[in-house]
C-alpha cells in the first residue's frame, strides 16, 4: 500500500484515468495490460478490487507482488475474465497489440466504462530526440492510434461512444547525465546502436540532442503528451 499517490513516470497518467472514471471504493477494475502492477496499485489504493491480465508471465508475477489482494493472470486481452467490471482500462497497451479494435470492443463487452491511454504523436512527446539520436529515421507521426482522430475512430468501430479524449502532458525528469544514460544505453535499441556506432559517440549524440531539454542545474526535463480515452459500449 502507498501512501503519498501513484509511483513511477506514469503517475499523474493513471491519476488522470482513475478520475476520469471515478474509481473509489468498490469500483470493480479489469486492468488489460498490467504491467508491473502500478496502475493497479494506484487504483487499489483508492479501493478498487483489481483484476490485471498480461501476457507476460514476469510482468504478472511481479503485479501479484504489488498488488497482493487483486487478482493477476497470464491472458491475452483479447481473453480476460468476464467480469463483470466497472471499469475496463487499457494503459499504455494499445501501441503494443496488433488489433487495437479487437482489444476495445472486447473492453467494451466487459466493463461499463472503457479508458484507455496512448503516446501521443512523435511532434508532441520531447521523448522522440532520444530516440532519434539511437536510431535515426525520417521523421513519422508514430503510430495509429497516436493520432486523436484514428483512436476515436477506432472506439467507434470498436462499438464504444466516446464520452472524452483528454490530453496529459508528462515530464520526464531526470536529475543528471547519468540517470538519462544509464538506463537509455541498457534499452534494446540503444545496445543495437552500438554495433554500428561507437558508445562514445553515441553518448555524445543524446546529450547534443537533449541540450535544448537541460535544465540549468545539471539536469534534462522533457515533456511528452499522452491521451485519455473514455468511452461507453453503445
Ligand atoms: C507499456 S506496458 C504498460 C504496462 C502498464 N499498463 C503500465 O502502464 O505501466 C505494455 C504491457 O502490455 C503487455 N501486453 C502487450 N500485448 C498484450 C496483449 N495482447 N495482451 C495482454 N498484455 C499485453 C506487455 O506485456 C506489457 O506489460
Known sequence: ???????????????????????????????????????????????????????????????????PEGTFLVRHAQDPP????????????????????????RAGRGGELVAATVWGRDDECDLRVLQEALAPRRPGRGPAVSEPARLRAMAERAGLVVERLDEVVVPFEYADEDALLEPLLATPVARTATRTTDPESLRNSVLEAVEPF?????????????????????
Open 1 to 67: 500500500m502507498s501512501d503519498d499517490g501513484p509511483r513511477g513516470w506514469g503517475a499523474p497518467l493513471y491519476e488522470t484515468v482513475l478520475d476520469a472514471t471515478a474509481v473509489g471504493e468498490g469500483t470493480r477494475l479489469l486492468d488489460l495490460g498490467c504491467g508491473a502492477g502500478l496502475f493497479a496499485r494506484a487504483a487499489a489504493d483508492r479501493g478498487a478490487l483489481v483484476t490485471g491480465v498480461d501476457l507476460d508471465d514476469g510482468a504478472v508475477a511481479q503485479a501479484a507482488a504489488e498488488v
Open 82 to 105: 468476464r467480469g463483470p467490471f466497472d471499469v475496463v482500462a487499457a494503459v499504455q497497451l494499445l501501441m503494443h497489440v496488433a488489433d487495437p479494435v479487437a482489444v476495445l470492443r
Open 214 to 234: 537541460a535544465t540549468g542545474d545539471g539536469g534534462y526535463r522533457l515533456e511528452n503528451l499522452f491521451r485519455v480515452l473514455v468511452a461507453r459500449p453503445r
